[in-house]
């Protein structure tokens, strides 16, 4: 019954949806996110623990709303989803921040700078990803095959993920940061966090925009692989999208509090791939063995657990002084 039931009601949507345009109003007009000014690792590593409690505390109002209302073995269910679901986006989006650190680099974005950035990342993610969300939950509920479809995907992207961890990508070659190049009017240095400033009646973007842009375009390509990913923990759309919405809402803060040690993390590609095969192989014999959730999650924790432990300790003179 639990696997099956659908527990989002119209005022569970309401009011999540509400919750989040709050969080964000608090991060961008009440906790300085309108001013520049460069994140410390202690400020990112506050509002981490932030995100993390109430991803927590939520879950737990969630389990207590749905054992008065479906009984304890649902409400179990149901918490152990969206704890299962968030622990594999949020890992997941620790890919982002090494593409972040990639496409701040390439563009000498100063520090003060990406906060701005990050932010409208974050909201433009959460629309593309609603919808995302919304059409994938549609099509898994008339179409059950397609979830072969997703696992077999991500059975391949985690092939390539083992494939070509090591890669570095070149932006210089990226066809549609040429394309904008050649249309746009770009101004040839910042602007201050403007995307955009108007000289001589005419609207001059700045490159603080095409990072923007590169940003979005980063979260839609994965977050083609991250929504499948969840989707073989659970087809419930409202547990889907909060735990997603979630991760997605956590993800400034964890940037800001690994990118100055993000080199120190490198083998942990190697262990997203490996997340990306299991949770692919566990959507293509979902008809003939479906691995529990616990189980799903202590592989995944363990999986986690196990590459951040080998990067650290094959890094472990990096964090040593000479």
Do not use: C
Request: aromatic share 16%.
């Amino acid at each position: 019954m639990g696997a099956a039931l659908h527990v989002g009601e119209p005022w569970m949507w309401a009011a999540f949806v509400g919750f989040v345009l709050a969080m964000l109003a608090v991060d961008l007009f009440l906790a300085g996110g309108n001013k520049a000014h460069k994140v410390g690792f202690g400020e990112a590593a506050a509002w981490s623990f932030v995100w993390f409690a109430l991803a927590m505390l939520f879950n737990f109002v969630l389990w207590w709303h749905l054992r008065a209302a479906y009984g304890v073995e649902v409400a179990d269910v149901k918490a152990l989803e969206f704890l299962t679901g968030y622990l594999i986006e949020k890992s997941l989006a620790v890919d982002n921040i090494f593409v972040f650190l990639m496409i701040f680099g390439f563009f000498a974005v100063p520090a003060e700078y990406q906060r701005r950035v990050l932010i409208y990342g974050v909201i433009g993610a959460i629309v593309l990803r609603a919808a995302m969300i919304l059409a994938g939950a549609w099509l898994v509920q008339e179409f059950h095959w397609i979830l072969y479809l997703f696992g077999a995907f991500l059975v391949v992207t985690g092939i390539k993920m083992l494939t070509f961890a090591e890669a570095v990508q070149d932006l210089n070659r990226n066809p549609l940061l040429g394309w904008i190049k050649r249309r746009l009017p770009l101004t040839p240095d910042y602007r201050g966090e403007k995307f955009w400033v108007m000289e001589n009646g005419v609207r001059v973007f700045t490159p603080l925009f095409l990072v923007l842009v590169m940003i979005e375009l980063s979260d839609l390509i994965f977050a083609v692989d991250s929504i499948p990913a969840i989707f073989a923990i659970t087809t419930d759309p409202f547990i889907v999208f909060t735990s997603n919405i979630f991760a997605i809402l956590g993800l400034r803060a964890m940037y800001f509090m690994l990118a100055g040690m993000a080199e120190r993390f490198h083998l942990l590609k190697y262990g997203l791939a490996i997340v990306l095969l299991f949770v692919g192989m566990k959507m293509l014999i979902v008809d003939f063995y479906k691995i529990p959730v616990g189980l799903s999650l202590g592989i995944v924790g363990l999986i986690i657990a196990g590459f951040v432990f080998a990067s650290l300790w094959a890094t472990r003179k990096q964090a040593t002084p000479d």
